[in-house]
């Protein structure tokens, strides 16, 4: 392995601290995105029936991974721990996982880097 994947294999990433989030009973993560913006506020005002959250619901895989997220765990370690628990249904698993975790650190900020 090249010393660039061993520095992004021993990445750790945390939880945003802003972000709200539910575990249903199936271990499955479910991220809540506050509505509050000022029109989504005028109009629940009117009665208008405008949920205070929207829910987007990880996958199976998404939420695995997504609870491995502690602050000390590397990415090499998750990697790990999601091959022990699924095998081969998870290869490529550094490329699919390294784009899952790029994709909720850039694009939705559910996580973030605290070591670079």
Same mark, same amino acid.
């Given at each position: 392995m090249t010393n660039n994947n061993e520095e992004i294999l021993n990445i750790i990433f945390k939880?945003?601290?802003?972000?709200?989030?539910?575990?249903?009973?199936?271990?499955i993560v479910i991220i809540l995105k506050k509505q509050d913006h000022k029109v989504q506020k005028f109009f629940r005002k009117l009665k208008f029936r405008i949920p205070e959250y929207t829910k987007n619901?990880?996958?199976? +895989? /998404?939420?695995? &991974?997504?609870l491995q997220i502690d602050g000390k765990k590397t990415v090499k370690?998750?990697?790990?721990?999601?091959?022990?628990? +699924? /095998?081969?249904? &998870?290869?490529?698993?550094?490329?699919?996982?390294?784009?899952?975790?790029?994709?909720?650190?850039v694009n939705c900020h559910y996580i973030e880097k605290i070591n670079f």
């Amino acid at each position: 392995m090249t010393n660039n994947n061993e520095e992004i294999l021993n990445i750790i990433f945390k939880i945003s601290d802003n972000l709200e989030y539910e575990v249903d009973r199936d271990n499955i993560v479910i991220i809540l995105k506050k509505q509050d913006h000022k029109v989504q506020k005028f109009f629940r005002k009117l009665k208008f029936r405008i949920p205070e959250y929207t829910k987007n619901s990880l996958d199976e +895989y /998404g939420s695995y &991974v997504f609870l491995q997220i502690d602050g000390k765990k590397t990415v090499k370690d998750i990697g790990e721990n999601l091959e022990a628990k +699924y /095998g081969d249904k &998870v290869h490529p698993l550094y490329e699919r996982l390294l784009l899952f975790l790029n994709h909720i650190n850039v694009n939705c900020h559910y996580i973030e880097k605290i070591n670079f």
